[in-house]
């Protein structure tokens, strides 16, 4: 079976620090892994995918997340956030077709 | 391009009665996902379709849940009789049919039921 860790359901920081958002899965055969942003009140959009290559990957809004196999984890950075990166952030895999989300990360940015 | 549409934005409705849900893809996508979102449950995939023919229906909680595809660019969600435990929102996503593919959601529907 497949599966998707969040391991912090909220984290709080400060504006301009940086935040790592963890995120680790479980899956018997290859799978490609996504980052989705949902910001209140609306529907989901994909912030950055893996699947293949450079297991740095650049995303929008300035976020990036690195692939790393051997500890099956897919962690989300930002080096410096802002007020309007205060949403709640999805991990997730895909094996077929179907998305395997995790539980969501709810990030809160204070002044 | 538009992006996917999703009608209503919200739903109350009482116990026991119909209610259905709808989604238009985006043009050129061919597969179709209706997830639900709850506190408890996350997000939750229910059904996805690809070129008008349902996948996988694993996720759909019951009898009372029903989805269909009349055609290439439109679905429908319907639950007869709703239950006040269907109370969340309802997101369709489209994408092309691939591997790897983004799935592009739409604002989602709020259901609640009194």
């Known amino acids: 079976a497949q599966s998707v860790t969040q391991l912090d359901s909220q984290v709080p920081v400060f504006e301009e620090a940086p935040v790592e958002l963890r995120c680790n899965y479980s899956s018997s055969v290859s799978v490609y892994l996504f980052w989705y942003v949902q910001y209140p009140n609306q529907g989901l959009q994909l912030l950055l995918k893996y699947l293949s290559g450079s297991t740095l990957v650049k995303g929008i809004n300035g976020f990036e997340a690195e692939f790393n196999k051997s500890q099956t984890s897919f962690h989300l950075r930002k080096p410096s956030v802002h007020i309007s990166d205060t949403a709640e952030y999805f991990c997730?895999?895909?094996?077929?077709?179907?998305?395997?989300f995790g539980q969501g990360t709810r990030l809160t940015i204070n002044p | 391009d538009a992006g996917v549409i999703q009608s209503p934005r919200h739903e109350v409705t009482e116990m026991g009665q119909e209610v259905t849900l709808r989604c238009k893809l985006i043009s050129g996508h061919n597969s179709l996902f209706w997830y639900r979102q709850t506190m408890m449950r996350g997000l939750e995939l229910l059904i996805y379709?690809?070129?008008?023919?349902?996948?996988?229906d694993s996720g759909m909680p019951e009898d009372r849940f029903s989805a269909k595809m009349p055609n290439a660019s439109f679905s429908t969600l319907k639950i007869q009789p709703s239950e006040p435990r269907d109370s969340a929102v309802y997101f369709c996503a489209s994408s092309r049919e691939g591997v790897g593919d983004t799935q592009y959601f739409g604002p989602g529907t709020r259901l609640t039921v009194l």
């Open positions: 379709f690809n070129n008008n023919v349902p996948i996988d």
């Open positions: 997730a895999l895909q094996g077929a077709q179907k998305l395997v």
